[in-house]
């Protein structure tokens, strides 16, 4: 296996990393922010506020997007173990 493969690999994985993490934390940025707005709008500052509809955001999110991000690591996955004769020369 070359160097290039490897690098080749790496940057695959952390390519496929970034987008499977980037809507959930769009969501969690926007959640926080709106919650942020509400909370400067009604000088509300309990923790309770914020943390619990920006985690219900998440779980949300999680549930909507995991067909998804499933989809795409799995994609990932076979195409990685698919090439595993090609990278043990």
């Known amino acids: ?15 496929t990393t970034f ?3 980037a809507p959930l934390l ?14 400067i709008a009604t000088s509300m500052q309990d923790n309770a506020f914020s943390t619990i ?6 779980l949300l ?4 997007l995991l ?3 499933l989809q795409k690591s799995m994609a990932y996955t076979i ?7 090609r990278y043990a020369r």
């Open 1 to 15: 296996m070359t160097p290039e493969a490897v690098v080749q690999i790496v940057r695959q994985t952390l390519m």
């Open 19 to 21: 987008w499977l993490a």
């Open 26 to 39: 769009a969501i969690g940025f926007i959640a926080g922010i709106a919650i942020s707005l509400v909370q």
């Open 53 to 58: 509809p920006r985690l219900l955001a998440f």
């Open 61 to 64: 999110g999680i549930l909507l």
């Open 67 to 69: 067909p998804w991000m």
């Open 79 to 85: 195409g990685l173990l698919g090439d595993l004769g």
